[in-house]
């Protein structure tokens, strides 16, 4: 199979954010045309912003159940061969689960979706109609993620004690929701956002990444969330202690994850720091090219993306020289990569393993955390079992 793969795309119209970048990362390998959309909650909004991103006519559909429909109806060799899914959180389980009941490969935002049991209804589906299924947490399509996944893994920092992850954001440092922003909007209303407010949006990508780049996975945890702004219905500042799962008898890691959306100054501080009993590491997205490393008893050494040096899952993920940055969009990019690769292997569930994306099973952790972490800080008990 080797013609460019055929997306449609839900959410991501007119005003949106995310949506773009989904487009520009499915872009740029050159493996995915853009072909259908149903871009907007409004039909009349989405047809119009289909046909300004210049969709065929006929393929800027007013509803994603058009959609559905009218690519089913295509000839084989027309039809999209998978769905890009950017719309709200709580638009997110309907339309994802019929397309991949109708064996369409799925690319998903994240949280996947707003409860457990709809979680486990994907993985269900996915397992049983065997798509491809990817979610964009993409701060796990960094290469120098990759290269400390890699030094963490193979063991070359010891045992992991410690992991200190943050991402400190300011812009609902104030009441942006009344203001009429979209994106504060939805974010801050139960009903649209899930449970959780902070936690779910950016605390989510938290939890990936410590599991992605160091193969732990929280044991239980103790949270403490606020609503800082007055009149604000979600969580915009969370604070956690985290224990984390043994690995092969070591003693069990601890963590500390903190995601705000009231740090004033915070635009994308995404960071996170791993100790382990021979040496530590420290990573930061806003500056994602480097990897800051200390062994014990050696000097500090810095790694750069781009060089001969670095693993190859890390060498795999770059697309330019050295010295010429790559960062978010080609991150995001990865997550398609890998998708794309285990659509043309036909790697069905194997798929994130073997091509190194996250699935459906990373989805769905992150959505147990976001109600594990909900419900640890509405409890009295010290710790909560995930
Ligand atoms: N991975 C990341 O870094 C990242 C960053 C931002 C947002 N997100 C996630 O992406 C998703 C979208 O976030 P956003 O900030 O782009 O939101 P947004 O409000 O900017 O855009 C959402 C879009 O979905 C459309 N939409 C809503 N309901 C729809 C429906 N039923 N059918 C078709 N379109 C519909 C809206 O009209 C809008 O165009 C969320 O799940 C969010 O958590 C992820």
């Not at 990817?134 to 004690?161: D, F, H, W």
């Given at each position: 199979?080797?013609?460019?793969?055929?997306?449609?795309?839900?959410?991501?119209?007119?005003?949106?954010?995310?949506?773009?970048?989904?487009?520009?990362?499915?872009?740029?390998?050159?493996?995915?045309?853009?072909?259908?959309?149903?871009?907007?909650?409004?039909?009349?909004?989405?047809?119009?912003?289909?046909?300004?991103?210049?969709?065929?006519?006929?393929?800027?559909?007013?509803?994603?159940?058009?959609?559905?429909?009218?690519?089913?109806?295509?000839?084989?060799?027309?039809?999209?061969?998978?769905?890009?899914?950017?719309?709200?959180?709580?638009?997110?389980?309907?339309?994802?689960?019929?397309?991949?009941?109708?064996?369409?490969?799925?690319?998903?935002?994240?949280?996947?979706?707003?409860?457990?049991?709809?979680?486990?209804?994907?993985?269900?589906?996915?397992?049983?109609?065997?798509?491809?299924?990817?979610?964009t947490y993409n701060y796990s399509g960094y290469p120098l993620v990759k290269q400390a996944r890699e030094m963490i893994c193979s063991g070359e920092?010891?045992?992991?004690?410690?992991?200190?992850?943050?991402?400190?954001?300011?812009?609902?440092?104030?009441?942006?929701?009344?203001?009429?922003?979209?994106?504060?909007?939805w974010r801050t209303d139960p009903a649209r956002s899930g449970v959780g407010g902070c936690i779910g949006d950016i605390g989510s990508h938290c939890e990936q990444l410590v599991s992605y780049m160091t193969g732990l996975e929280v044991d239980s945890l103790?949270?403490?969330?606020?609503?800082?702004?007055?009149?604000?219905?979600?969580?915009?500042?969370?604070?956690?202690?985290?224990?984390?799962?043994?690995?092969?008898?070591?003693?069990?890691?601890?963590?500390?994850?903190?995601?705000?959306?009231?740090?004033?100054?915070?635009?994308?501080?995404?960071?996170?720091?791993?100790?382990?009993?021979?040496?530590?590491?420290?990573?930061?997205?806003?500056?994602?090219?480097?990897?800051?490393?200390?062994?014990?008893?050696?000097?500090?050494?810095?790694?750069?993306?781009?060089?001969?040096?670095?693993?190859?899952?890390?060498?795999?993920?770059?697309?330019?020289?050295?010295?010429?940055?790559?960062?978010?969009?080609?991150?995001?990019?990865?997550?398609?990569?890998?998708?794309?690769?285990?659509?043309?292997?036909?790697?069905?569930?194997?798929?994130?393993?073997?091509?190194?994306?996250?699935?459906?099973?990373?989805?769905?952790?992150?959505?147990?955390?976001?109600?594990?972490?909900?419900?640890?800080?509405?409890?009295?008990?010290?710790?909560?079992?995930?």
């Amino acid at each position: 199979m080797s013609h460019r793969l055929k997306l449609g795309m839900v959410g991501g119209g007119q005003g949106a954010f995310i949506g773009a970048v989904h487009r520009a990362a499915a872009r740029l390998d050159g493996d995915i045309e853009l072909v259908a959309g149903a871009l907007s909650s409004t039909p009349e909004k989405s047809v119009t912003s289909g046909k300004e991103l210049g969709l065929a006519d006929d393929r800027c559909y007013p509803t994603w159940q058009a959609m559905l429909d009218g690519e089913l109806a295509r000839p084989a060799d027309e039809c999209i061969d998978m769905v890009s899914i950017v719309t709200p959180n709580h638009a997110h389980y309907e339309p994802v689960k019929a397309f991949a009941d109708a064996s369409f490969h799925v690319i998903l935002d994240k949280p996947m979706v707003n409860t457990i049991e709809q979680a486990e209804d994907l993985v269900r589906t996915v397992r049983k109609r065997n798509v491809i299924f990817a979610v964009t947490y993409n701060y796990s399509g960094y290469p120098l993620v990759k290269q400390a996944r890699e030094m963490i893994c193979s063991g070359e920092l010891g045992e992991v004690r410690k992991v200190v992850v943050e991402y400190n954001q300011g812009w609902l440092a104030e009441k942006l929701e009344d203001a009429g922003q979209k994106q504060a909007d939805w974010r801050t209303d139960p009903a649209r956002s899930g449970v959780g407010g902070c936690i779910g949006d950016i605390g989510s990508h938290c939890e990936q990444l410590v599991s992605y780049m160091t193969g732990l996975e929280v044991d239980s945890l103790c949270a403490d969330l606020t609503s800082f702004v007055p009149g604000r219905r979600l969580d915009d500042d969370a604070n956690l202690l985290l224990r984390f799962k043994p690995i092969d008898g070591a003693q069990p890691a601890r963590g500390l994850l903190y995601a705000s959306q009231i740090c004033i100054g915070g635009e994308n501080d995404l960071r996170i720091r791993v100790w382990g009993t021979k040496g530590s590491l420290a990573w930061h997205q806003e500056d994602p090219n480097q990897l800051l490393v200390h062994r014990l008893g050696k000097p500090d050494q810095v790694y750069r993306r781009g060089n001969d040096y670095l693993c190859d899952a890390a060498k795999g993920a770059t697309r330019l020289p050295a010295g010429h940055p790559e960062a978010f969009l080609e991150a995001f990019a990865n997550v398609y990569a890998g998708a794309v690769k285990a659509i043309r292997a036909g790697a069905g569930a194997q798929g994130p393993q073997q091509f190194d994306f996250p699935g459906v099973e990373d989805g769905a952790r992150g959505v147990r955390f976001i109600h594990k972490t909900v419900e640890s800080s509405t409890s009295e008990a010290k710790w909560t079992r995930l």
